[in-house]
């Protein structure tokens, strides 16, 4: 091989390569870390993003719907995905809150939880309020992709997309489907029905928490590939997704009580029972900095423990004077916690649980997310955007590096082939 040749071995291995690695980064199957693309933020329900969050309570934009937004908002390649209250589903531009499209299911039924973005596949889940149908839309153009009806009731209780894998909850079964194209992979029978699950998928299982009363509040965690049960416990029924991270798995059940679990055995690491005015109780703890971050449903407390032994550092009542309860689930980003209280939007530090910012929303506040540093989060008919326009760029951050490599490249193999083609003619 002469050395021409060997040239032009190295320039396509090149092309390859970066193609690859810029392929898994722009189209890849998983998230990108500043995207939001599940309630919570990821599989696991931590809560966290890696990208800033706003300092500020400047709104970036607000759209003004027709009806209420009372479903936890994801976010993915630049657009924000929420629920309406009518079971429609809507698609914002997350930079300008233009809306892109609009997919209705049955009318006038209800949105528990929020649309999941699925991150490679182009995909967003749907899974209404009352119906027994899952949706897959084309995130792009809000179309059907394809449909699977699972019998029951499918959306008391969020769905989670994990490996090419989509989990969803009916009231009857807790059923994996193959994400591209929703066939059936196996299903995990509630056994007296009429309940729900809740979910998160970590390290190659999946944490799932009964409703039933019957089933006394069991814990389980399953093979996420297969569905065998891998360890049972007994905590209570269990009303919010668990969070798992760092080779534990933490548990809020419905009379208020938080539990730290082994996530390889389910042994009890750690537990703490708030002070609640009201029976019920439900809320998806947040991880980050080595820290659990609660908020219970029913009281207006936010709690701050150590991840790894529970100990209280903070706790703190940032919005006492228009809130009588929180909505459980808290976004988490550069050092600050988002929450919804009463009617309002609080931003605290997350060392010490001091109030960096509030905004009053108006109308009660929902769950928030946090994507290319705004968050995100609905109120009565408006849906909110809070951050900077140069927070956003995060994303273009990492694409423009990726286009400029690409373009690159090209010209280098361009000017390498002209060459070529000039030795060539000198030869001959």
């Not at 009565?380 to 690159?408: D, H, K, M, R």
């Amino acid at each position: 091989m002469n050395r021409r040749n060997i040239a032009h071995f190295f320039v396509l291995l090149l092309v390859i390569l970066f193609f690859s690695v810029s392929s898994q980064l722009i189209f890849g199957s998983e998230p990108d870390i500043f995207s939001w693309p599940v309630y919570t933020g990821n599989e696991g329900h931590t809560g966290f993003s890696l990208g800033s969050a706003p300092s500020t309570n400047q709104t970036f934009w607000i759209y003004n719907g027709t009806v209420g937004y009372p479903s936890v908002p994801v976010a993915d390649n630049l657009n924000v995905y929420v629920g309406a209250v009518n079971g429609r589903v809507d698609a914002l531009n997350a930079t300008t809150g233009a809306l892109i499209w609009s997919f209705q299911t049955q009318p006038d039924q209800y949105f528990e939880h929020a649309p999941y973005v699925a991150t490679g596949h182009n995909l967003v889940f749907v899974c209404p309020w009352t119906e027994t149908t899952v949706y897959a839309l084309d995130a792009s153009k809000g179309k059907i992709v394809w449909t699977f009806d699972a019998g029951y009731r499918v959306g008391e209780k969020a769905p989670v997309f994990s490996d090419g894998t989509l989990y969803i909850c009916s009231i009857a079964d807790l059923i994996a489907l193959d994400a591209s194209n929703g066939t059936l992979l196996w299903t995990y029978p509630q056994p007296n029905g009429d309940t729900s699950f809740s979910l998160a998928v970590s390290n190659g299982r999946l944490f799932v928490g009964h409703t039933s009363i019957e089933e006394q509040g069991k814990f389980l965690a399953l093979n996420s590939t297969t569905g065998e049960q891998l360890w049972s416990i007994t905590l209570g029924k269990v009303s919010a997704s668990p969070s798992a991270v760092d080779g534990k798995v933490f548990v809020h059940v419905e009379d208020g009580k938080l539990y730290a679990l082994n996530e390889t055995n389910g042994n009890m690491i750690w537990n703490f029972s708030p002070e609640l005015t009201q029976p019920f109780s439900s809320g998806t703890p947040a991880i980050a900095y080595g820290k659990v971050f609660f908020a219970p449903t029913q009281t207006s407390t936010v709690y701050a423990f150590d991840e790894a032994n529970g100990s209280l550092l903070w706790k703190v009542n940032p919005s006492p004077f228009d809130a009588t309860k929180n909505y459980g689930s808290l976004a988490v980003g550069e050092q600050k916690i988002f929450v919804g209280i009463g009617q309002r939007l609080v931003a605290l530090d997350a060392t010490s649980g001091i109030t960096r910012w509030t905004y009053f929303l108006g109308n009660s506040s929902d769950n928030p997310a946090l994507a290319y540093g705004i968050v995100f989060i609905g109120s009565g008919n408006s849906f909110y955007a809070f951050g900077s326009e140069i927070a956003v760029s995060e994303f273009s951050e990492v694409i423009t590096p990726v286009l400029l490599g690409i373009a690159v490249v090209f010209l280098t193999v361009l000017i390498w082939n002209r060459k070529t083609k000039r030795e060539c003619s000198k030869q001959l």
